[in-house]
């Protein structure tokens, strides 16, 4: 499998295998006529100066190539667009224009580009000097507003592995301070920047993505509610609704994200598909590496559990859990079967009616009257026995 509208070439790095990739969206699999046609899925665009590791972003982080492959990356030279179907959740493309773009070109359709754009990340070299690069952000998001208001602007301030953590600390006050006069000096107060700071040689920049993602899904505030449910009763610490190709998590229940327990999860998804990949699949090559059987256990030695499942064929939920709370799985097996339902639902509710979708709390209300988790022993000993 490979994503749609990729580019021929194929890297041979990063510890998937080549093939494990984005297949075409399944309705059948994945509840129904949910797929959006290429050029009405939102779009999230990469600008920023040259160098400044575009390219080498998109590649990291949707085609699992290694950073330090990166280094041969040649510089963009067209708008490169690249299409991310891998569940009704999460379908958008990703746009990677050349670093020395110049908005005042003829050529250059600003309605066209930022009229469908979702987000818009803007690059910056942390390690270079970023004076230049602040004015071209300032007049990135000035243009863009004018077109769209509803944009999520969101500053990556990256290659920060090359950074101490003061000087990292300081190069973002510094950022955000400037970038922010910039816009109240020329009157555009309201338009909010959000900054990230990201490195492809560690998660940051999985983590960043996954916040971008986040902002461009409806049904956010569902997903969270239904972690927050199946969490508190089944004595789960923490939740994460993984994209388990990309690694990027589209939600998670409403506790801190600390980078550690992320990148614990990120790895146990590297070892359950690496294992499948392996060992799982027949010879004759047959079915994907994962599949409504794909789950794992990982016990820790400091008392920890770490425990995946599948939810569809290309989510999975990855629990964080203490060992002493685990001594019941039946109540937490079953209360995730009803998280899964309750997902399921809302893919089907997604599909219903755009009208009915347009009211968030009705449809809230709706998908949390049907999904009934039992509580967990903790909180309600007797009910629900495993
Ligand atoms: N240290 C470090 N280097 C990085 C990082 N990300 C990208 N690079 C390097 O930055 C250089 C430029 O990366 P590209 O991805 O080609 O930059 P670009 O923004 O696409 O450049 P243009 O296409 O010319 O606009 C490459 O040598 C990358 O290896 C990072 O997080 N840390
Ligand atoms: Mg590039």
Known sequence: ????????????????????????????????????????????????????????????????????????????????????????????QIWDFPGQIDFFEPTFDSDMIFGGCGALVFVIDAQDDYMEALNKLHLTVTKAFKVNQNIKFEVFIHKVDGLSDDYKMETQRDIHQRANENLGDSGYDQIH????????????????????????????????NLLNILISNSAIEK??????????????????????????????????????????????????????????????????????????????LVCILREDNFDRQGVIDYNFLCFRDAIQQVFELRNKSQSFL?????????????????????TNVGSAQS
Do not use: W
């Open 358 to 378: 347009s009211q968030p709390n009705h449809r809230i209300n709706h998908v949390n009257s049907q999904i009934g988790l039992e509580p967990s022993p903790q």
């Open 1 to 92: 499998m490979s994503y749609e509208g990729e580019e021929d070439e194929q890297y041979d790095v990063g510890s998937f295998p080549k093939d494990f990739g984005y297949g075409p969206f399944d309705p059948d699999v994945d509840g129904g006529p949910g797929s959006i046609p290429g050029e009405q899925k939102p779009r999230i665009l990469l600008m920023g100066l040259r160098r400044s590791g575009k390219s080498s972003i998109q590649k990291v982080v949707f085609h699992k190539m290694s950073p330090n492959e990166t280094l041969f990356l040649e510089s963009t030279n067209k708008i490169i667009k690249d299409d991310i179907s891998n569940s009704s959740f999460v379908q958008f």
């Open 239 to 316: 939740a994460f609704l993984f994209d388990v190709v990309s690694k990027i998590y589209i939600a998670t229940d409403s506790s801190p994200v600390d980078m550690q327990s992320y990148e614990l999860c990120c790895d146990m998804i590297d070892v359950v598909i690496d294992m499948s990949c392996i060992y799982g699949l027949h010879e004759d090559a047959e079915g994907t590496a994962f599949d409504n059987q794909s789950s794992s256990l990982i016990k820790l030695n400091n008392g920890t559990i770490l425990y995946l499942r599948e939810v569809n064929k290309f989510l999975a």
């Open 193 to 224: 920047l959000s900054f990230h700071l990201t490195s492809i040689y560690d998660h940051s920049i999985f983590e960043a993505f996954s916040k971008v993602v986040q902002k461009l899904i409806p049904q956010l505030p569902t997903l969270e």
